[in-house]
Nanobody, 118 residues
Framework: QVQLVESGGGLVQAGGSLRLSCAPS????????MAWFRQAPGKEREFVAA????????YYADSVKGRFTISRDDAKNTVYLQMNSLKPEDTATYYC???????????WGQGTQVTVSS
């Protein structure tokens, strides 16, 4: 069983930046693809970004392209989501997910809240 713990959320002003971290425990994520999702109040959960295992291809939702970057540090067993130029519409609970094969997100974290003020 893979357990995921997100951190780094908080309150920022529009245009600011945050870096979210996802640290799996119980086992490494070396064999897993990783992704970030988010869910705003009253809305469905939506895909944000994903990173495959080797060769590490990345994917982004159109709404965050050019602003968010997903990365992976295998030495630290951690996945990051660097969020720049934040907008109020980015306000949501952000969840880290892991799975294999790609798209089968079997493991989830508890979520971390990101609030962007205008």
């Amino acid at each position: 069983q893979v357990q995921l713990v997100e951190s780094g959320g908080g309150l920022v002003q529009a245009g600011g930046s945050l870096r979210l971290s996802c640290a799996p425990s119980g086992r490494t994520f070396s064999s897993y693809h990783m992704a970030w999702f988010r869910q705003a109040p009253g809305k469905e959960r939506e895909f944000v970004a994903a990173i495959r295992r080797i060769p590490g291809s990345t994917y982004y939702a159109d709404s965050v392209k050019g602003r968010f970057t997903i990365s992976r540090d295998d030495a630290k067993n951690t996945v990051y989501l660097q969020m720049n130029s934040l907008k109020p519409e980015d306000t949501a609970t952000y969840y880290c997910a892991a799975g294999f094969p790609y798209g089968r997100w079997d493991y989830w974290g508890q979520g971390t809240q990101v609030t962007v003020s205008s």
